[in-house]
T-cell receptor
C-alpha cells in the first residue's frame, strides 16, 4: 500500500531564503507524485507533478521538486521564497491505476519578513 | 472555466440534523472525489466516482454518510444524522480521466460545523 510522509509539520523561513519541504513515500509499484499548495480558506492547487522522464520537475511560482527513486523521496524546493508563499503544502502519491491520491499530513510554510 | 464549485461555503447545524453538501465538477471531467480535511487526520478520501459510478467508497466513515452522482455535472454528499465529530472541511475534486497521472482540481470546500 502507498503512503506519504511529510517530515516537517511547520517550516518557518525568512523572505528571500531558500526552502526545502521534505516528502518520502512508500510504494511497491511505480508511482506518480504530486505537490499541492493550499492557501487559507481555499482548496488545493497543483504545484507540480512527476509522471516519468526527467527526475527534476519544475512547477508554478518558482518551485521545483526532485524525484529520487533510491531514497523514495520527492522533496520540494524554492531558491528564494516570498511572503506570498506562506501556505500549507501537501505531497501526494497516486493509488494504483486509479486517480485517487494519498496525501501527506501537510507542511505549513511560514515566510517572515 | 469556473473550476469546481461547491456549496455552501459554510454550514452550521445542530447534532442530529441532515446535512447535504453539493459539488459541480469541471465540465468534461470524468472523475469526482470527495475528501474530508481535519487537523487530526489531514486529508482523507471519502469516495471516488468515475463516469458517475462509485468506484471506491471505502473511506466513507459509516452508514450516516452517503454520496450520489446522478449525472456528470452534479454530486452530493449527505450526512444523516450529523454528529459533532463530523465537523471538518469537505472538499470536492474532479479530474479529466481518473487515471493515476491526471491531477485533481479542487473546489474551495465546505466548512461544516456540527454543534
Amino acid at each position: 500500500a502507498q503512503s506519504v510522509t511529510q517530515l516537517d509539520s511547520q517550516v518557518p523561513v525568512f523572505e528571500e531564503a531558500p526552502v526545502e519541504l521534505r516528502c518520502n513515500y512508500s510504494s511497491s509499484v511505480s508511482v506518480y507524485l504530486f505537490w499541492y499548495v493550499q492557501y487559507p480558506n481555499q482548496g488545493l492547487q497543483l504545484l507540480l507533478k512527476y509522471l516519468s522522464g526527467s527526475t527534476l520537475v519544475k512547477g508554478i511560482n518558482g518551485f521545483e521538486a526532485e524525484f529520487n527513486k533510491s531514497q523514495t523521496s520527492f522533496h520540494l524546493r524554492k531558491p528564494s521564497v516570498h511572503i506570498s508563499d506562506t501556505a500549507e503544502y501537501f505531497c501526494a502519491v497516486s493509488k494504483g491505476s486509479q486517480g485517487n491520491l494519498i496525501f501527506g499530513k501537510g507542511t505549513k510554510l511560514s515566510v517572515k519578513p | 472555466d469556473a473550476g469546481v464549485i461547491q456549496s455552501p461555503r459554510h454550514e452550521v447545524t445542530e447534532m442530529g440534523q441532515e446535512v447535504t453538501l453539493r459539488c459541480k465538477p469541471i465540465s468534461g471531467h470524468n472523475s469526482l472525489f470527495w475528501y474530508r480535511q481535519t487537523m487530526m487526520r489531514g486529508l482523507e478520501l471519502l469516495i471516488y466516482f468515475n463516469n458517475n459510478v462509485p468506484i471506491d467508497d471505502s473511506g466513507m466513515p459509516e452508514d450516516r454518510f452517503s454520496a450520489k452522482m446522478p449525472n456528470a455535472s452534479f454530486s452530493t454528499l449527505k450526512i444523516q444524522p450529523s454528529e459533532p465529530r463530523d465537523s471538518a472541511v469537505y472538499f470536492c475534486a474532479s479530474s479529466g480521466t481518473g487515471a493515476s497521472n491526471s491531477p485533481l482540481h479542487f473546489g474551495n470546500g465546505t466548512r461544516l460545523t456540527v454543534t
